[in-house]
């Protein structure tokens, strides 16, 4: 009976049973909070929003090929699931016969024949079957079968003629099937591509401009511009994440750049990206991501390093570091240019630098799980925008490593939300649990961001 009792505690709960006021590090540094708060995982609390559930989301990001150093970053903001980011910026030369200079179609609907697929302009177009066309409706009724804003793909042109598909290949490859004439102001945007052979941009990156003598007709030196659409060898240009392409009315120089800034995106919106670059969420599909409305109450980010013991070269510097900079996509620009440095230096509690070789496991979390002043997922019109959010970002640089190494280094990041009903996967509607309420997940906090395991 002694022995019982001594087990006990004073509430009559065992040792087994009782909650510790801080989360295990082992748990934290493999990207968990812990048994304490996973056991309520699936289940809607009692004083919660109508209709919410507690879940886990976990995006797993690509890795990155030749680099020195990377590092995953993710601010807990509305609209952002996360980044890595690697140190060596990209730099394209673009030749001038590198940029192909737009042509800018107006088709009016006589010129619109729908009951054979084929569109007319004014006069013979110097274009060909498999160059890019972009559709716009200019304000009025939108043809039939096509998308306002949206590039397509020429697969018949006969002088002024032409027609087009949704892919140079494959099933979509078939022409479209026109059902109505549009309106008299419609265009067809040609071409303005520039060419540079596995560039490795995805639509919505940014690359800067830099003339280096004459510009681009359209482009403005030092200027930074948004991919609007990209193939394997070559790309377009906007001004804004949503605009429409930019048109290139001259060719430049033989010195002209364009530099990429070396971030691969984990995820944008909780929504996948279409790209053959696509660092794809791992076990995320359909539902199962975060959508506007969820709500954020707290975040893992987690190294991943598959090196093996002998060959893990290089130092981990990780903390939660300040952010004084307006624009999500940047993460403060002392965090991209010189990661290790500004970590150590503003990391709330102190970052933690440690040597790879003998490091098992690592994450950055959020301290505790923020009940009274979640995070709502907000809108895609937003993503990306600046918007003065001063959350602070989980931040972890690897430096020092073997180039042919970084693309065995990668980052896992789990969000733990309530999230709204979906109709299946992630989370039915459920009864609220008398037994689970919000402050079930404030028992327990971090004590400090950085976990590690030697």
Known sequence: MKHETKNQSSKGLSSEERIPPMYDPMDLANGSYGKHIEKYLGRSPIDGPPGYVFQKVTYSAGSAAGKSAVAGMYKLCPDHM?????????????????????????????????????????????????????????????????????????????????????TTAGPSYATIDITSTGNSSQ??????????????????????????????????????????????????????LAGRPILLTSTGNATQTFTHDGEIRINQDGADLASGNDPTPAGISGEAK?????????????????????????????????????????????????????????AISGGKTHSAARLSALSVASPNLSIYSPTIVSTAVNDLAPASIGAPINAINVSGISSGQSNQIRFNLTIYALVGARQKTISHYTQPDPSFRMSCLTRQYAEHPVSLIN
């Open 187 to 240: 265009t067809f945007t040609f071409n303005g591509t520039v060419t540079s052979t596995a560039h490795g941009l995805i639509a919505g990156e940014t690359v800067v401009y830099s003339s280096n003598g004459t510009a681009i007709g359209g482009l403005v030196d030092g200027t930074t511009y948004f991919v609007h659409f990209a193939t394997a060898n070559l790309f377009t240009l906007a001004l804004t």
């Open 290 to 346: 975060l959508v506007p409305g969820d709500m954020i109450l707290g975040s893992i980010l987690q190294l991943i390093d598959t090196r093996s013991t002998e060959n893990r070269t290089g130092f981990v510097t990780a903390g939660l570091v300040s952010n004084d900079s307006a624009t999500p996509d940047s993460y403060g620009p002392e965090l991209a240019t010189d990661p290790s440095t500004f970590i150590t230096g503003s």
């Open 82 to 166: 996360g980044y890595i980011y690697n140190n060596s910026d990209s730099v394209m030369t673009i030749p001038t016969s590198a940029v192909d200079i737009s042509i800018v179609v107006v088709v009016p609907t006589g010129n619109v024949d729908a009951g054979n697929n084929v569109i007319g302009a004014s006069a013979s177009l110097d274009i060909v079957v498999g160059d890019y066309v972009t559709y716009n409706a200019e304000g009025g009724a939108t043809m039939g079968g096509l998308v306002d804003g949206k590039t397509y793909y020429v697969n018949y042109r006969n002088g002024a003629t032409f027609a087009v598909s949704e």
